[in-house]
């Protein structure tokens, strides 16, 4: 099939406030591989930009796995734009602050407040919401402006025509291909130009879901759910992230720990493998009585590989029709938990860019425009993930109490700040690094369609007049 048979854009649902209701002169048939959360952004963003947008999802049915996922303002505004706000009020939870806490006896050495203060700051507040929901909100969003086709795996690629054979044999072609197919991508072999195995980081993070209402009948559980806090425990070698979602009817539970603490040694990667129960509890014996608690709760867990990939020299296939987005070309490990929110700005400045197109010529001169725009900002968060894995896992010594000293200074200054007074602090390079407030600006501020703006009026002239469209050049 020839993704130019693909469903037309309806463009009695497009909201007309998107990129100014700036619609492609020249409108492209795109394929975009892959429907989880970055790949569903993209075809909106695409197909509300104006072109024919189809997407290639491997799996037989669409489903997403998975548990809690955070929708930090740089998201939740994007989303919000998308008409998802309702959605995101219903199904989200706000955690009121971030609480750092210590391994051993449960002590707040970090703290930052997040609810009314990240709308202060930001404009959009923080959410905390399950990732299958997540996934539902993109794909309702999504499916009236595109063809979604499941059960079509692309098994090899034609980066030059450009083209895509499915499982099936069937060949399929488009203007342009946008890999989104994650970590696992076929399409960043492509651009690599061959194999690009991952690193083991050392360490696997057990995932869990516990109902709340089991939570409320414990005197030292219930304010977890009561408070709203997204809560970090630092320990040796690993560290457990908590917080509400699902409307505050499920706890998430993240537990980092260190690779092949169950037995098996992380080779490949994967979101549903089983991890045992027993062994989890035994790797956080002699953590304090909330964790041992928690952990009581919990009858079955997956526990999930983490690994690790170098930044790409580009995003970009050598022939100029075939970019990747995401997961595919800037995986996260999830210390900062901005893996999606990375990927979800890539889409909206895909969307914002090619929606100036008027010529199939500015395909490539178009591409390099995004991965200008977007290469720096992804690259520099997947550093600033990494740098959590080692903050957050000292042992008990000399270097964890520096860490400690440094939260509990940012700690002071940030309660300061909630009784009404200024901040006496510059924390630039905290070890708590939501307290360091410019870091937070640049990562909680980011506004994707407003940073595309701004490219185009000071480079979109030189871009146009370099590839002008034929009917004006004719």
């Known amino acids: 099939m020839d993704a130019k048979e693909s469903q037309p854009v309806d463009s009695t649902h497009q909201p007309d406030h998107l990129y100014k209701g700036r619609r492609a002169s020249q409108p492209l048939d795109i394929v975009v591989i892959g429907c989880g959360l970055g790949g569903l952004a993209a075809a909106y963003c695409l197909a509300q930009g104006g072109h024919n947008v189809t997407i290639l999802e491997a799996a037989p049915a669409i489903g997403e796995v998975g548990a809690g996922i955070q929708a930090s303002p740089n998201v939740s505004r994007l989303l919000m734009r998308w008409g998802l706000g309702p959605r995101l009020e219903e199904l989200g939870v706000k955690p009121q602050n971030l609480s750092i806490r210590r391994w051993k006896n449960d002590e707040v050495i970090g703290w930052t407040l997040f609810g009314d203060t990240f709308v202060k700051d930001y404009g959009y507040p923080y959410y905390h919401i399950h990732r299958a929901d997540f996934h539902r909100m993109l794909y309702a969003a999504a499916e009236q402006h595109c063809n979604i086709r499941v059960d079509c795996r692309v098994v090899s690629l034609d980066p030059s025509k450009p083209t895509m054979t499915l499982a099936s044999g069937e060949v399929v072609s488009a203007d342009l291909i946008i890999g989104a197919d994650g970590v696992k991508s076929i399409t960043r072999e492509y651009v690599v130009g061959g194999p690009d195995k991952p690193r083991a980081t050392g360490d696997a993070a057990y995932r869990a879901l516990i109902p709340t209402e089991k939570l409320l009948e414990d005197d030292d559980l219930k304010s977890l759910v009561e408070n709203t806090e997204s809560i970090i425990w630092m320990g040796p070698k690993g560290h457990i992230v908590g917080y509400n979602i699902c409307a ?48 009581a709760l919990i009858p079955s867990t997956l526990d999930w590989k983490l690994m690790v990939r170098d930044p790409l020299p580009s995003w970009i296939h050598k022939d100029g029709k075939l970019v990747l987005l995401g997961d595919s070309c800037h995986p996260m490990l999830p210390y900062r938990a901005q893996g999606s929110a990375m990927a979800i700005e890539d889409a909206a400045v895909l969307g914002n860019i090619f929606s100036h197109c008027s010529d199939r010529s500015q395909i490539l001169p178009l591409l390099y425009a995004y991965q200008s725009l977007r290469y720096d900002r992804a690259t520099a968060t997947q550093t600033s993930s990494s740098l959590n894995r080692h903050i957050f896992h000292h042992p008990d010594g000399p270097e964890q109490e520096e860490r400690d000293n440094e939260m509990r200074v940012a700690t002071e200054d940030a309660k300061r700040v909630a009784r009404g007074e200024q901040s006496t602090l510059a924390l630039a390079g905290n070890a708590n690094q939501w307290a360091d407030k410019k870091k937070s600006d640049i990562q909680f501020g980011y506004d994707a369609d407003e940073e595309a703006e701004k490219w185009w009026v000071a480079n979109g002239d030189k871009l146009m007049s370099l590839f002008p469209s034929t009917e004006v050049a004719n």
Request: hydrophobic share 35%; glycine share 10%; aromatic share 8%.
């Open 248 to 295: 505050k009817k499920q706890y998430n539970l993240v537990m980092i720990h260190p690779d092949g603490a169950d037995g098996v040694e992380g080779i490949v990667e994967s979101w549903t493998a089983e991890g045992n129960v027993e062994r989890m509890k035994e790797h956080y014996k002699g953590w304090n009585i909330t964790i041992q608690k928690l952990l």
